[in-house]
């Protein structure tokens, strides 16, 4: 069975400040890793998504994560964050067969402060 | 397209009551799931279906029954609704076959009193 595991539950920081999220997963085979966020009342929105090839993936507003396969990790980051970053992040891991289910975390919640 | 839609968006029940939560996909997609979220413990997969007639148990199915007639729907029924399946509730869809992204609805919120 898989698994994943979010390092941090709970992140504070001020707007410019870097953000690095942890997420390690538990998986023998192939996978494709996803990390969503959720911002205040409202759904989950897919920020990046890594399926194969290149390790280092960029998403969207200025978020990246790259897998290191060796480390069973998908560490996501992004250089300078702003306010409106506050969310609950969540990274996910399905395996790469068909009708493979999706694992999340247990999410790390974000606030950014002015 | 709206993509995949959830009713109702709030819903207070008393322990032991019925309900049917709805979710309906427009974008043709052979996979839907049902997840519920609580604090501290991400998203949990309750039940999924891989195409229509076909439903299998995620990792907390009690209490939750699904069917599914068409591709586009997959209601999520609770028999006799408790206090523990106070939650927020997802449907997601995505393609089957090969890599793709999953979809999600924008949830349902239940309580149950």
């Known amino acids: 069975a898989q698994s994943v595991s979010q390092h941090n539950h709970h992140v504070i920081l001020s707007e410019a400040a870097s953000l690095e999220l942890g997420c390690n997963y538990s998986y023998g085979g192939t996978v494709n890793l996803f990390w969503y966020v959720q911002y205040p009342g409202q759904h989950l929105q897919l920020l990046l998504k890594?399926?194969?090839?290149?390790?280092l993936v960029k998403g969207i507003k200025g978020f990246e994560a790259e897998f290191i396969k060796s480390k069973f990790s998908f560490n996501l980051r992004k250089p300078s964050v702003q306010w409106s970053d506050t969310a609950e992040y969540f990274c996910?891991?399905?395996?790469?067969?068909?009708?493979?289910?999706?694992?999340f975390g247990a999410g790390t919640q974000v606030v950014v402060t002015p | 397209n709206a993509g995949v839609t959830q009713t109702p968006k709030f819903q207070v029940l008393k322990t032991g009551q019925s309900m049917t939560l709805q979710c309906a996909q427009d974008m043709n997609h052979e996979y839907m799931s049902w997840y519920r979220q609580d604090p501290g413990m991400g998203l949990r997969l309750i039940h999924y279906?891989?195409?229509?007639?076909?439903?299998d148990q995620g990792e907390v199915p009690n209490g939750y029954n699904v069917s599914r007639s068409t591709t586009e729907d997959f209601p999520l029924r609770l028999l006799s609704a408790a206090p523990s399946q106070t939650s927020v509730y997802f449907c997601?869809?995505?393609?089957?076959?090969?890599?793709?992204?999953?979809?999600f609805g924008p949830g349902t919120r239940l309580t149950v009193t």
């Open positions: 279906s891989v195409g229509a007639g076909i439903t």
């Open positions: 996910a891991v399905k395996s790469t067969d068909s009708w493979g289910k999706l694992q």
């Open positions: 890594y399926f194969s090839g290149d390790p």
């Open positions: 997601a869809s995505r393609r089957g076959g090969g890599p793709s992204e999953q979809y």
